[in-house]
C-alpha cells in the first residue's frame, strides 16, 4: 500500500541537530497518521514523536520532548523528525511508521507500515 524510506541519519556531536526525512510512495501520505520510533540496542523500541492525518495533532515522547518536532508535508509525501539539542541517549536506529486505520498513536504495534530505519548516532 504505502513504501516508507528514512533518510538523514548519521553521526553528530552532542547539542547538535539533524533532520530526518521519511520519504513515501504509492500512496498519498495525507491518508496516514505517522509516527518515528527509535530503538537502541538492548532496549524496546521507543515510542519518539506521531501525528494526525490532518497535522493538526501531535504527540511526543517525554524524553524528546521539547527537542524534537515532527512535521509533515503533504505535497513532497513527507514526514520529518527535527531533531534539535542532541544527546548521547539519543543514538539508536530511528524508524518512522504509517497506518491508515489511526487518528494518531504512541503505540509501535498499532502501525502497520515501516521503514527500514535509519541510525542516529550522538557522540558526546
Known amino acids: 500500500q504505502v513504501q516508507l524510506v528514512e533518510s538523514g541519519g548519521g553521526l553528530v556531536q552532542a547539542g547538535g541537530s539533524l533532520r530526518l526525512s521519511c520519504a513515501a510512495s504509492?500512496?498519498?501520505?495525507?491518508?496516514?497518521?505517522l509516527g518515528w520510533f527509535r530503538q537502541a540496542p538492548g532496549e524496546e523500541r521507543e515510542f519518539v514523536a506521531a501525528?494526525?492525518?490532518?497535522?493538526?495533532?501531535?504527540n511526543y515522547g517525554d524524553s524528546v520532548k521539547g527537542r524534537f518536532t515532527i512535521a509533515r508535508d503533504n505535497a513532497k509525501n513527507t514526514v520529518y523528525l527535527l531533531m534539535n539539542s542532541l544527546k548521547s541517549e539519543d543514538t539508536a536506529v530511528y524508524y518512522c511508521?504509517?497506518?491508515?486505520?489511526?487518528?494518531?498513536?504512541?503505540?509501535?504495534?498499532?502501525?502497520?507500515?515501516w521503514g527500514q530505519g535509519t541510525q542516529v548516532t550522538v557522540s558526546s
Open positions: 511508521a504509517a497506518d491508515l486505520q489511526l487518528t494518531i498513536s504512541t503505540i509501535s504495534r498499532a502501525y502497520a507500515h
Open positions: 504509492g500512496r498519498t501520505l495525507s491518508d496516514y497518521a
Open positions: 501525528i494526525s492525518r490532518n497535522g493538526r495533532s501531535t
